[in-house]
Nanobody
Framework: QVQLAESGGGSVQAGESLRLSCTGSGFGYSAWCMAWFRQSPGKEREWVATIDSVGDPRYDDSVKGRFTISKPRKGTLFLQMNGLKPEDTALYYC????????????????????WGQGTQVTVSS
């Protein structure tokens, strides 16, 4: 059973930085997609960034150039957030799904079936 736990959230001023961490267990030997999503009050959960099983990142346009996703080892995920804006305020979730026995393949945003509890990021102006 895969378990994910986020940390690193907090309250910052606009323009400052935070690094979110996600620690996971139970991944075994399969290839996995991992991603960050976020949800603001009154809004649907939205995709932020993905890193696929070969380490290639993708970003939503709203964070491109400011956020960096990385995966130093299986089951560990980071999100470095620079130049934070008030509109980045949200509960940030780490997510994962098993892609297959071997690395490679596209990661689809609607396939994530393992989620952490979230870590709150609040950015004030």
């Amino acid at each position: 059973q895969v378990q994910l736990a986020e940390s690193g959230g907090g309250s910052v001023q606009a323009g400052e930085s935070l690094r979110l961490s996600c620690t996971g267990s139970g991944f075994g030997y399969s290839a996995w997609c991992m991603a960050w999503f976020r949800q603001s009050p009154g809004k649907e959960r939205e995709w932020v960034a993905t890193i696929d099983s070969v380490g290639d990142p993708r970003y939503d346009d709203s964070v491109k150039g400011r956020f960096t996703i990385s995966k130093p080892r299986k089951g560990t995920l980071f999100l470095q957030m620079n130049g934070l804006k008030p509109e980045d305020t949200a509960l940030y979730y780490c997510a994962a799904y098993r892609l297959g026995p071997k690395p490679g393949g596209y990661c689809y945003n609607d396939q994530y079936n393992y989620w952490g509890q979230g870590t709150q990021v609040t950015v004030s102006s």
